[in-house]
């Protein structure tokens, strides 16, 4: 039961190269508009509304490993492994690192915001108002604190030992719909990935002709001065 043979824990990894993306993005979306006469006051809230309560509800609710946010695996599909997985989601360290993630949101918003002005003659959302940027620009912040979370368990998982996962009991389907944020359609079914198994060492028999010989040849050795 090696966790390396689930192909969507992989696949949540592209959030290392998506993050960025969502940041430029958002940088574009705030440089569509002018800040107001406070803006300080306007991205607490934008945080507040795209952070802050969203790390909340996902701390208490971790977002489903096996859930692409517009794409999931079905419940009654899901693998004893995946099962099993899902269990070793409910950990502490999982939900300081997604408390870490939204605390550090705001920095990144408060300095984006304030570089924005540099993108404006390239953001396509020039006409858009600032109320619309900011509700858009806390809807990225949702989203990023969701891979952030979904990239940190996936890293967590691959690095469980298959002896850990075959000690975990799996979660029971009203389980995982209670304490798990399930999103997306139930479309996916991906095959578990056929790893190659470790090649085992055949320890080679020595004949015991030929061990008496190598006696024999060490025995002449020690009687040479």
């Known amino acids: 039961m090696t966790p390396r043979s689930e192909p969507l824990l992989w696949l949540q990894l592209i959030g290392f190269g998506v993050l960025p993306l ?6 574009l979306v705030l440089a569509g508009s002018d800040p107001g006469p406070l803006p300080g006051l306007e991205r607490l809230l934008c945080w507040a509304i795209g952070a802050l309560a969203p790390a909340l509800l996902l701390v208490r609710r971790p977002a489903d490993v096996w859930s692409l946010l517009l ?13 099993r997985l899902s ?4 950990t502490p360290v999982l939900g300081l690192a ?3 993630g939204a605390a550090l949101d705001l920095p990144l918003l408060w300095w984006i915001d304030r570089q924005a002005a540099v993108a404006s003659p390239f953001s396509p959302f020039s006409t858009c108002p600032r109320l619309v940027a900011l509700l858009l620009a806390a809807l990225l912040l949702a989203v990023m604190l969701w891979q952030w979370q979904q990239l940190l368990q996936s890293v967590w998982l691959l690095s469980r030992k298959p002896e850990t996962v075959a000690k975990t009991a799996p979660l029971s389907l009203a389980e995982l719909e209670q304490q798990r944020l399930c999103l997306g359609l139930p479309l996916l079914l991906p095959e578990p990935l056929k790893l190659p198994e470790p090649s ?3 320890p080679v028999a020595v004949e015991p002709q030929q061990r008496t010989e190598e006696t024999e040849g060490a025995d ?6």
Request: charged residues 25%; proline residues 6%; hydrophobic residues 45%.
């Open 22 to 27: 969502e940041a430029l993005l958002l940088l």
């Open 71 to 83: 794409l999931q695996t079905p419940l009654k599909g899901r693998r004893e492994l995946q099962r």
């Open 87 to 90: 269990r070793l989601q409910a």
């Open 98 to 100: 997604t408390a870490g």
């Open 200 to 202: 085992a060492v055949v």
């Open 220 to 225: 002449l050795d020690q009687q040479v001065p």
